[in-house]
């Protein structure tokens, strides 16, 4: 366990240094700041419009329309957190073998189960930071300038974390035995089919389409990432939006607590597939 630690420090600074992570984070900062105003213009005249309605609508229409934003903030750090997992990830097995560096590493008195548990921690622990800079400056902006703060945040939050850490660990094990072009072809490939495979049962629900549903259901089997997501909105979304299907961020076909589970465990596989894969790999 300490080799683990020590390499995963060792990657944690590597990481640190590399420009995709300075990049995401001066863009990442760029974001908040606009979206930040961009709330305040908005939420400014919903408050101006509805205030003359009375105190009673006025606090409803205010609440709703700062937990649209609020998930619309979310969804788009969702895709920048998933985008800077599968980038760190995809070049870090696959070129450090084909510039040589790996050797370097494997050639000291550690296991290769060791370097792929150690890579995986590090771009975990950067994961989190990187989400929670950007969800608690969504979270912290809205609260600020609405004074509002979805129901079962946290639970939203870390289901967001674990779609990220489930596209970075997959991409690690594609790292492990593909190029990085390919791996990150595979991942938003995945990713992308999965999204069209969301919308497809959310549509599906709407229509009483059970064919499409199970479309939508087996997508999320070969990439829950879109079921966690919708998950997430689920648990964040308020009373009244999910029941007169406000925002298209309304959750209609909801993945159960078993589909969180299996997103669990095929993570699990993924990371076992990479410590198996980079053991028996040819250096």
């Given at each position: ?32 700041v ?7 213009m ?58 040589g ?8 008195p ?159 596989v ?14």
């Open positions: 366990m300490k080799k683990i630690l020590i390499l995963a420090r060792m990657t944690f600074r590597e990481a640190i240094r590399r420009r995709i992570v300075l990049t995401g984070l001066v863009l990442g900062i760029l974001f908040l606009v979206y930040s105003i961009g709330f305040r908005i939420f400014t005249q919903i408050r101006n419009e509805t205030i003359a309605e009375g105190t009673a609508f006025a606090r409803v229409a205010q609440t709703e329309m700062s937990n649209f934003l609020l998930v619309a903030g979310l969804y788009a750090v969702t895709f920048l957190s998933v985008a800077m997992g599968a980038l760190l990830s995809a070049d870090t097995l696959s070129g450090e073998i084909s510039s560096t790996i050797q370097t590493i494997v050639a000291k550690l296991r290769r189960s060791d370097v792929v548990l150690g890579k995986w921690l590090a771009f975990a622990g950067l994961l989190a930071l990187y989400l929670l800079l950007m969800s608690g400056g969504i979270i912290v902006s809205v609260y600020l300038q609405a004074g509002y703060q979805p129901q079962n945040l946290l639970s939203g939050v870390l289901l967001i974390y674990l779609e990220a850490l489930l596209v970075m660990t997959f991409a690690l094990a594609c790292s492990s035995t593909m190029p990085a072009l390919a791996t990150g072809g595979m991942v938003f490939g995945l990713y992308g089919l999965a999204f069209i495979g969301g919308w497809i049962e959310q549509i599906g629900t709407i229509f009483n389409n059970q064919t499409a549903v199970q479309v939508g259901i087996a997508t999320s089997l070969l990439f829950p990432t879109e079921a966690l997501w919708r998950r997430a909105t689920f648990e964040m979304q308020t009373t009244l939006g999910a029941a007169l299907q406000m925002t298209p961020f309304v959750t209609l076909s909801v993945p159960n607590l078993l589909m969180v589970l299996y997103a669990v465990l095929y993570l699990l993924a990371l076992f597939t990479a410590v198996r894969v980079f053991q028996h790999r040819d250096l």
